[in-house]
């Protein structure tokens, strides 16, 4: 499921700019973004946005070139990748027919004796 990421709370956030980035249609094409802009969509400071950007950029999620009134953001291929990870496993969970579950068989060969007392208790 979703623990596959294996994506810890900073993470988390550096994969929710990732996400407002795909949003604003980087995913598809070359965009330009202020880091003031991405702070506004993400909620955060602009220095944080700039160090998710330069961080996103190391791990390869995407290319980033600078320009003087902002920068050109393209999400690579691994950083689609990623994010189709997360589409599947949340299309799972909220799209399954029956949540999972799971099955246990055995063979019950002693139980009466024992669970006797607490079906006779109040509460149980």
Known sequence: M???LN???????L?????KLAELGASSRTIKVSTEYLAEKIGSSQQTASRHLISLEKIGWIKRTITPDGCLI???SLGVSELKKLYSELRLIFESEYPPSITLEGILFSGLGEGAYYVNKEGY
Request: glycine share 0%.
């Open 15 to 19: 994969f929710f700019s990732l996400y």
């Open 7 to 13: 994506l810890n709370l900073r993470s988390w956030k």
């Open 74 to 76: 393209k999400i690579t």
């Open 2 to 4: 979703v623990n596959q």
